[in-house]
């Protein structure tokens, strides 16, 4: 069994890979920074197969080269983990547009591509599961993190829709959605954590429940009671309302 993981250089995807290892699952792990992966390859290797491979998903000619090397090894992706994922925090009329459209290109564009692929391989064998990293932002606007938050919103509806169109076909799509997590992330968008104190998950316990969500029969998973009761009440309020409310526990 195979699972390919995105962005398993750090937080939720380099715990998951812990997690699919001790499951006696071979990794294909991805992310840019080769040292990282190496060093969970050192760290897993010995049990299972890991084959790394450092390459930059935001761009288009580096997700054509994921293709190539899962080609060469001829092996089976079980599960495909798309996770990497980046956000950016601050107002967007003061942001860098390059940044914000990287942030499009490897949240919806490449996650797209990559099931499109390995999807479509999934469905001719008949069987397979796709876990897409959505987050709790999917569930509203997010102001401060306008187009971060309309990523995940795509990402859900995505994997909903996909999960739908191949429920007779043997592959499963699930729509993962953590809530605040501790991991890289908040430094890599220069997001405080100050707000989320007390609220935010391991990422460990996270992957976790990926590894669950990957092997059970939601399609639809939300990370911890208090988010999925922040989601579940976001569907009772207007939606404009629920902007100005998440804009004021963002506002720095
Ligand atoms: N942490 C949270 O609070 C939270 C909440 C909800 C949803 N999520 C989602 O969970 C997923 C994982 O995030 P995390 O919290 O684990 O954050 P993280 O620790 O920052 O991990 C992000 C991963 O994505 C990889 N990545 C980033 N840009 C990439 C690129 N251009 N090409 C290839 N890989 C790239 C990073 O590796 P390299 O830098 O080595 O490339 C890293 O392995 C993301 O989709 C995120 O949106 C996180």
């Known amino acids: ?26 990794l294909f792990l991805v992310a840019r920074r080769s040292e990282r992966l190496e060093g969970l390859k050192l760290e897993l290797g010995t049990s299972v197969e890991v084959v790394t491979a450092p390459l930059d998903l935001s761009m288009a000619e580096n997700i054509d080269e994921l293709f190539l090397r899962v080609e060469e090894l ?8 798309n ?7 601050g107002e967007f009329m003061n942001s860098d547009i390059e940044k914000q459209i990287k942030i499009i290109d490897l949240n ?48 859900l509806s995505f994997s909903l829709a996909l999960s739908a169109e191949l429920e007779e076909s043997g592959v499963t799509v699930v729509a993962f959605c953590p809530g605040a997590t501790k991991t890289e992330f908040q430094e890599v968008g220069s997001l405080k954590t100050s707000k989320f104190r007390g609220k935010l998950l ?23 009671v208090y988010n999925k009761l922040l989601v579940f009440s976001s569907r009772l309020m207007p939606r ?6 998440v804009k004021k526990s963002y506002e720095a």
């Open 1 to 26: 069994m195979w699972a390919l993981i995105t962005g398993a250089s750090s937080g939720i995807g380099m715990e998951a890979a812990r997690i699919f290892a001790k499951n006696g699952y071979n």
């Open 74 to 81: 001829d092996i089976d992706i079980d599960v495909l983990v």
């Open 83 to 89: 996770n990497a994922g980046v956000g950016e925090y």
């Open 108 to 155: 919806v564009k490449t996650l797209t591509h990559i099931a499109r692929v390995l999807g479509d391989k999934m469905k001719k064998r008949g069987c397979g599961t796709i876990v897409n990293v959505a987050s709790t932002a999917a569930f509203q606007a997010v102001p401060y993190m306008a187009v971060y938050g309309a990523t995940k919103s795509y990402v």
């Open 202 to 224: 391991g990422s460990e316990t996270v992957a976790k429940l990926l590894y669950k969500a990957a092997h059970g029969n939601r399609r639809l998973v939300v990370t911890g």
């Open 240 to 245: 404009y309302f629920i902007a100005k409310l």
